[in-house]
């Protein structure tokens, strides 16, 4: 079965649709076979949806202008990235105003600053930094993480945020793979671990759970639901086993696995249980 097939058939069990957008709603710069439909069907029968990234490039102004330019049409409020994750780390922590060293781009507008923190980018005042925040794009990343590295060293009871936890991410222009912000801030926590010091990054998209509780929290805000959203009426659907899929299924969310983007059958047969969905599809619709 395809999966718009099944949401037809059960819209009545859920109460939001949670969507990862690359490798599921669109293949680089053009929309999935029956991605249209489904956001269609979901704006006609009242089923709020909620797209789910870990890009952390690109505000959410240019994430919805790029999922536009692939047919696409969703507003800004649909979109919850892990760059949005940082206002509610901010407010948690209660580190509204304090300066952080940015490594790379955090979209424009800027997720920090949107989030209640100064920016810095001049090494030249990381002392006066309350943390460090691995960001995206490029930029010199030897330069900096030497820079990042020997800050920790200084001061290894600062924080060290990484909005996207991803270690690589796919290029869908040049079929290859990019090494994501995730996989910097491992790489640092390594260098630090092997000089002795344990300084522990925050990741903040998926699969960690303050995303996925986000999105059950605003869908009970914005449609004035009296109760708390049960985990079990929401329905994450993704192509990616340890992060779509690890995510949902940590805090309870029905998972739904779509074999269209970066997992192929034989990882899906040999994954542990932990990262088996409850339903796997072949495609949105039928090409």
């Known amino acids: 079965m395809y999966f718009n097939d099944f949401l037809m058939k059960n819209r009545a069990r859920y109460d939001v649709l949670l969507c990862d957008i690359d490798g599921t709603l669109a293949h680089g710069s053009r929309a999935a076979t029956g991605a249209v439909e ?27 202008a790029i999922i536009e330019q692939a047919g696409l049409i969703v507003t800004t ?67 900096f993480l030497h820079v990042a590295f020997n800050f920790f060293i200084r001061h290894p009871d600062r924080w060290l945020l990484s909005p996207n936890p991803d270690s690589y ?10 090494i994501g912000a995730g996989g910097k801030a491992r790489f640092l926590r390594m260098l630090l671990h092997e000089y002795g010091l344990e300084v522990e990054p925050h990741f903040l998209g998926k699969p960690y759970p303050g ?15 009296k109760e708390p959203l049960s985990p079990a009426r929401a329905l994450m659907l993704g192509d990616s086993l340890t992060s779509d899929i690890a995510g949902a299924k940590a ?37």
């Open 211 to 225: 995303i996925y509780r986000c999105a059950l929290e605003e869908t009970q805000r914005r449609w004035n639901l």
């Open 251 to 287: 805090i309870g969310i029905t998972s739904a696995l779509l074999m269209t983007g970066i997992t192929t059958p034989e990882k899906l047969a040999t994954a542990p249980e932990t990262l088996q969905p409850d339903l796997t599809f072949e495609g949105l619709a039928q090409v």
């Open 169 to 178: 991410w796919p290029s869908h222009v040049r079929g290859e793979f990019g």
């Open 77 to 143: 409020e649909e979109i919850i990235s892990a760059g949005s994750m940082l206002k509610y780390f901010v407010e948690e922590n209660h580190i509204a105003g304090q300066k952080f060293f940015v490594l790379g781009d955090l979209g424009k507008p800027c997720f920090a600053e949107h989030a209640g923190l100064e920016v810095c980018r001049n090494p030249d005042q990381i002392e006066d930094c309350a943390g460090i925040i691995i960001g995206e794009g490029k930029y010199n990343w030897q330069g």
């Open 38 to 64: 489904l956001l269609d069907f979901c704006h006609k029968n009242d089923l709020p949806v909620f797209l789910l990234t870990n890009d952390s490039n690109h505000s959410l102004e240019e994430k919805s």
